[in-house]
Each structure stands twice: as C-alpha cells, then as structure tokens.
C-alpha cells in the first residue's frame, strides 16, 4: 500500500473560510464609508436612478443611459467616481439585472457577483450593495449576500506570487430607502443565511479545484472528516475492508485499477427535534480521477477529469450548510470515492461484478463507472435510513449536448419529488430541467449474462445512465440531477470565473428546508 498524500487539507480550508460575512446596514446610502456603492439597475429604468444618482455623479447616470454605454443588461457594469456634500461613498457602481417583468432573486444573485468580482478586481475593499428600491424582499436580501460571498472563489491557489492573490471584500448589503433597525433584522438573518449557502458553495469549489494528486480518495475522505467534525455531524469513513464485507462490489470494480484504496464518507446530521420521520439521504459522485480505466479516455481534455468528485464535494459542502441553518429533519450525505484507474489489477470491459444489492451488472464500458459507485452508495443510503434520495454526479458527458453548459440534466421518481427538487434548485440558482425516464429506453441496458449492462448505447445517454441508477433506489423519491457540464465553468461569464461552480450545494441544503411540502413527510 502507498502512504498516505501529503495533505493539503489545512490550507484548502483555511482557504475557504476567508470571504467574509456580510453585513447589513440600516443606514442611508449616503452615509456609508465605502469604496463603492452598487445600485442594481433594471433595463429601461434609467429615469429613476438618474434622478437618484445624478446629483452625486454629475449627470454621468443619465449620460450614461443616454448615450445606451449601459442599459441595464444582465451583468453589466458602469462605474463613475461619486461626490456631494452629503455623500461619502467613492463611487457609484450600477450593475444590470435585466428586466423587471418575471423578475427573480436568482437576477439579484448574479448582479451581485458580477459587481464584486468587479470591485475585486480594482481593489475596492469596502462594497455595499443596495437592494432594488421600492420594497425589497427578504430573498432579495439573500440571493445578494450569495452573490457577494460567491464572488470570493480563488483558483489560483498553487501560484506563488502572491500579487496573484486576490483581496477580500467586506460587503455589506444597504437600502435605497430610508430602513429602521427593527425593520433590518429579517434582513439581517437572510444575509446569514446567504453567507453560509454561498461560503459553502466555495467550500465545493475549493475541493473540485484541487488536483487529483492531492484529491485522492483517502484526502477526500479526511477533509470530509474535518468538516464535518467542525460541523458537529456525525462522522464514519468506511474502508475496503468494510465496503467489501458490505459486498459493494461495484463500488470496489471501479476502485481494482488505482492505487489508492476506495473510501465511503457519510456524513449525518440529526437534530434532536426533527418535525418528520423523513430521512433526507444525499449521495454524491466521488470519482477522484477519472482515467476511464481500461476504456480509456482521450488525453486531450483528460485533466479536467480531475472534477469528476465534484457531486461529492457537493454532498460534503451541503452537509456544513445545513449543519450551520438547522434544519428541523435528519440528513444522511454518502460519498463514494474512488480513482478510476487502468492497470494491471483494473476491471476489464465485460467483467461482471455483483452489487450489494445483490443485482449483477456486466461492465461493458469501464468510463461509465459513476454509476457503478452510486449503485452501491444509493443502496448505502437506504441501509442507514434515508427515505428521500437526491444523488448529485458528473456522470455523462452527453447531458452537456442535451442540455448546454448553463443546465443540470434532472430525472427522477416520482414526479412531485422531482419538480419539487428542480423547484428548489431553480430559486438556489442551480438552473436544473427534467428529462424523462421512459420505461422504452431501459431495453438499452440489457445485458446478455448479468441483469444490467451498465451502458445502454449513445442514444439518451444520460437518461439511460439515470434509468441504471433508478434499478438502486428501492423505489424511494428519488432525484437524480447529472451536473457533468456545469459543474466546471469553460468560459468566464460576468458573474462567474472559469472553473468549478460549486453547483448543487445550494439546492442540497435547502432541500432540507422543504419537508413541510412532501406529501409522504406530513405528520
Ligand atoms: N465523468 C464522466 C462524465 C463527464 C464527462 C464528466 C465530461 C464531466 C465532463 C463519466 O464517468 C463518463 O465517462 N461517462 C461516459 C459514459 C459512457 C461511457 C456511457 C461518457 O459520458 O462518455
Ligand atoms: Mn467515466
Ligand atoms: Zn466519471
């Protein structure tokens, strides 16, 4: 056996503790000693913000509508030195939320890390972000402190230069209008609430960042341990020995090729007053690297493979949030971790191998392994009581042709479970849509000696990926939402940089907060 990585652990998280809680103030915009003030600015409303704002900017508001070098458009930013005699603020920085008809907080969350992003990157320490004017709402309150905390996400950790290093903003959220103390606190506890959902979501991204060799199974499974040591979650890593004697021996096919031994993190949350029986059971996809084994991948692009934990980070990430807000209903997360290997000792195509649920699956293709570990850990899952799945997975690449880069792919039984997560996930900002899981398309996954092929051909490549899952979940609610192509950003957008998203976690935790509507949940 190898000896343990080096860890790395202490600076990942040292790392993601850094972005800074954000505070709201009461007191009027003008008074506040900051670098720069962000007023959101829906399209075609230039009339009101340039009566505000004109006086303190010297007509630039108006000009600048005027002249259309700013209109209002999603994540776009104008900014222009501000001064009066009752003005302290620097500057005045109007960021686009698009339009106002069908307007969602979800635009809020954009705009304001489109901004900070923006005030980071010139160094403006001290941002206050104003909520729209005329009644701003409580989600309001909280999709921006989201987007501000989100916007605190570094790469670039193994540079040396430590120029390369981003500051760290104190954000703070303001109104437009004049707002008492009292009136602050509802406010004030959405912007906590805020600052944890996103500081997690960091907390994912921190970890699929990481390079596979330090994110090996067993670094996975100890950072697991720590957070949820520091979250007060009851911890339990499993081992070979013990996924063995469970008989997971999907889970151990995939793990015969590495090295590096496979672990099972789970990771439970149980508050001593739960309002329901339902167990929520979260399962992520841990694939540390992912080679394809024997059916190997092309080199090119392979590096990125190095993301394919990120459904696992998720999980990890959420199980912190949702330790932090309390939820009042038990939560089970389940991470398999395995690398994904060729060698001598590695899984051949046609190799069958039996699950823990005693079904056998014949392993045509060794890349399609993400579906072979969740097997095993959905059927963990329902072993330590969950009575609601949702697995979260980079696990085909064909959901990105399906559904592009800005979609989760979302499947699942039965359908008010699913709407219900892909509700939930749309309002986190995790933009999810459902495909069918047509009883036509499992003819695709049958195998000729075993009772699954774990393929079933290109065509509907994620729903039959998803339709194998479902043969795992012994017909619970269950959620399936396939992340492989928005799990890493390709391009920079304004309110997000290359690289991973921290997708899912928002959704996983306040899913938690959803029991009151779960028909099977009800008292
Ligand atoms: N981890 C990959 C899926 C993936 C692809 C994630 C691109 C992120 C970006 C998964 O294990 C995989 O290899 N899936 C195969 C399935 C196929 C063999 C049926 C795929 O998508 O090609
Ligand atoms: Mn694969
Ligand atoms: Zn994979």
Known sequence: MLPAPVLVHNRVMRYTE??????????????????????????????????????????????????????????????????????RPARLMLVGVGPRAGYEPS?????????????????????????????????????????????????????NDPDARPIDIESLIAFQEPMS??????????????????????????????????MTPRAFADIATQVGIESSLKVDVLDEDRISGLGMGLLLGVARGS??????????????????????????????????????????????????????????????????????????????????MPGGRAMRPGDVVRSAEGKTVEVLDTDA?????????????????????VDVATLTGAIGIALGRST???????????????????????????????????EQLRSEIADLANIGGRPAGSITAALFLSEFTGGLPWAHLDIASTAWAEEAQPWQPKGPTGVAVRTLAELAFTHGEWPSAKA
């Open 259 to 340: 090295a590096e031994p496979p672990r099972m993190v789970v990771l439970r949350y149980e508050p001593a007053r739960a309002a329901t029986s339902a167990v929520l059971g979260l399962v992520g996809k841990g694939v540390t690297f992912d080679t394809g084994g024997i059916s190997i991948k092309p080199s090119d692009r392979m590096h990125l493979m190095k993301t394919d934990m990120s459904g696992g980070a998720a999980v990890v990430a959420a199980m912190k949030a949702i330790a932090a807000l309390k939820p009042d209903m038990a939560v089970v997360g389940v991470v398999p971790l395995v690398e994904n």
């Open 18 to 87: 850094q972005s800074l809680p954000v505070g709201v103030v009461p007191a009027a915009l003008a008074s506040l000693n900051v670098d720069v003030v962000v007023v959101p600015a829906f399209a075609g409303e230039g009339a009101a913000l340039s009566a505000a704002y004109d006086g303190v900017t010297g007509g630039r508001v108006s000009a600048a509508f005027e002249s259309r070098e700013f209109a209002g458009k999603p994540g776009t930013l104008f900014v222009t030195p501000a001064a009066g005699e009752d003005w």
């Open 369 to 389: 392994e993400g579906r072979l570990i969740l097997a095993d850990a959905l059927w963990y899952a329902r072993q330590i009581g969950a009575t609601h799945l």
């Open 107 to 159: 635009q809020l969350r954009r705009a304001a890390s489109a901004a900070a992003l923006a005030a980071r990157e010139h160094r403006w320490r001290r941002v206050a972000f104003a909520l729209p004017a005329a009644g701003p709402s409580i989600e309001d309150a909280q999709a921006a402190s989201e987007g501000l905390t989100l916007a605190a996400h570094y790469s670039g950790i193994y540079k």
């Open 181 to 214: 103390a009292a009136a602050c606190e509802p406010f004030e506890k959405a912007a906590g609430r805020g600052y944890i959902l996103a500081a997690c979501s960091n907390l994912a991204r921190a970890l699929a960042n990481e390079p596979a060799n330090v």
């Open 408 to 442: 989760t792919g979302l499947f699942g039984l039965p359908d008010w479970w699913v709407t219900l997560v892909g509700r939930t996930a749309n309002r986190a900002g995790d933009r999810a849509w459902p495909l069918p899981l047509f009883d036509d398309y499992r």
